[in-house]
């Protein structure tokens, strides 16, 4: 029952433990905790991503920094209150941890699936250098009337493609979670560092509705 329920948002990533377990909350007396987990790009660069773990998952008391782990689960918000407005959270909530060794170290995955509805317009532009964009805002839904609001990304012909979209268009897209820094205002003249995340889009595909 609960594989197909979660079958709209699938999420696997694997990388280096860059940081310790740090209590995030309780439910119904299961504690959960956050770790970070720097998963490679083709680039050569990382994406540091936060993972939400259950301590009935794992030992979160023991420090796996420089250990490979592999996260199985899905990408998942929340709201934080702050500064009088409310902040979308995201994290992968695991559902399954593993730690790889040898080869397995090589292939660091980073992978996506989500099926869900545009709930804001997306919003197509274009780089100086002339690259499309468009950014799309995705809701998916969970058990219990709750959703997840997913930041994803949209390059060349697939921005072109999400500009189309309107409110309640249903989409299935795959593509790779990341990381980026940006400096948020938080006075007359200071800036904060912060970093969001987002889905870059790899393939993108509109379901249609049946009338």
């Known amino acids: 029952?609960?594989?197909k329920v979660f079958t709209n948002n699938q999420v696997t990533i694997a990388g280096e433990v860059v940081s310790e377990f740090v209590f995030s909350h309780e439910v119904y007396g299961e504690h959960f905790f956050m770790v970070n987990i720097a998963v490679c790009r083709l680039s050569n660069s990382f994406d540091v991503i936060p993972v939400m773990v259950s301590e009935r998952l794992m030992d979160v008391k023991n420090d796996y920094r420089?250990?490979?782990?592999?996260?199985t689960g899905q990408f998942r918000s929340y709201n934080?209150?702050?500064?009088?407005?409310?902040?979308?959270?995201?994290?992968?909530?695991a559902r399954e941890v593993s730690f790889l060794e040898g080869e397995e170290e090589d292939q660091n995955p980073n992978h996506i699936f989500l099926d869900g509805y545009v709930c804001k317009h997306p919003v197509y532009r274009k780089t100086p250098l002339g690259r499309e964009i468009a950014d799309v805002l995705l809701a998916v839904n969970r058990p219990y009337g709750k959703s997840d609001y997913i930041p994803c990304i949209c390059w060349g012909r697939n921005a072109r493609f999400a500009d189309q979209f309107q409110v309640g268009t249903h989409i299935q897209l795959w593509g790779r979670i990341q990381s980026r820094e940006y400096q948020k205002k938080?006075?007359?003249e200071k800036y904060e560092k912060r970093v969001a995340y987002e889905v870059s889009v790899s393939k993108l595909e509109c379901i249609e509705t049946e009338k």
Not at 83 to 93: D, H, T
């Open 1 to 3: 029952m609960l594989d």
């Open 66 to 71: 420089g250990c490979t782990m592999q996260a």
């Open 80 to 93: 934080r209150h702050e500064e009088n407005k409310n902040r979308l959270v995201l994290s992968v909530f």
């Open 186 to 188: 938080v006075g007359e």
